[in-house]
């Protein structure tokens, strides 16, 4: 059963401008991660962050954590092309056990 | 460093057949999982290994069979392969099963 569902599925920016990408999930987690997966490859850990934590930054990136409702949020600053990729939030199971993965968001950055 | 190693990168199957898609890890990782990738579905757990001579099945199980002899090697085997198997097929690893996980490359299979 999908737990975590991101929102937009596909988004298209100019380079330079920000990108914001949402992840919603269905019931209470202990961590919530951020994945990239550029075409054709594996996906790369971004960021974790813990059920008891807000905010994380690393590098560009900053992300949100509201467990009231139930939704984290990944940003992206001042992007560049080589940001282009899918990019795919994973929470908790309904057991606490293993990570199950959303669908995740096509990002576009054109130059 | 390698990583998390697998093998093959490609491969075509015939209705039928069997095969064992290779995962190697060299971080001395204890979990260790199977995902399948399939267009607008993200990824489905398959099944996953907390340590050697442990394995379990995940969401989508079925038609596939795992072991863990050692803590460096978690093949994944197509019993008898169907169209339906069709899919990109990723090995991960990590610390403990809610850490950071590190992937391979993938092998894309391909069923006719």
């Known amino acids: 059963s999908q737990q975590g569902e991101e929102d937009p599925q596909a988004l298209s920016i100019q380079e330079g401008e920000n990108a914001t990408m949402n992840c919603s999930y269905k019931t209470s987690i202990n961590n919530l991660q951020w994945y990239r997966q550029n075409s054709g490859r594996g996906l790369v850990h971004l960021i974790l962050?813990?059920?008891?934590?807000r905010e994380k930054h690393s590098g560009r990136l900053r992300v949100t954590l509201d467990t009231s409702k139930k939704s984290s949020s990944l940003l992206i600053t001042a992007s560049r092309a080589a940001d282009t990729a899918s990019y795919f939030c994973?929470?908790?199971?309904?057991?606490?056990?293993?990570?199950?993965f959303g669908p995740g968001t096509r990002l576009s950055v054109l130059p | 460093n390698a990583g998390v190693t697998q093998t093959p990168k490609f491969q075509v199957l015939k209705t039928g057949q069997s095969m064992t898609l290779q995962c190697a890890q060299d971080m001395n990782h204890e979990y260790m999982s199977w995902y399948r990738q399939d267009p607008g579905m993200g990824l489905r757990l398959i099944h996953y290994s907390v340590g050697a001579g442990i394995t379990d099945q995940g969401e989508v199980p079925n038609g596939y069979n795992v072991s863990r002899s050692t803590t460096e090697d978690f093949p994944l085997r197509l019993l008898s392969a169907a169209p339906s198997q069709t899919s990109v097929y990723f090995c991960a690893s990590s610390w403990q099963r809610n850490t950071e996980a590190f992937f391979g490359q993938g092998t894309r299979l391909t069923v006719v």
């Open positions: 962050i813990r059920s008891n934590e």
């Open positions: 994973a929470t908790d199971d309904n057991y606490g056990q293993n990570f199950v």
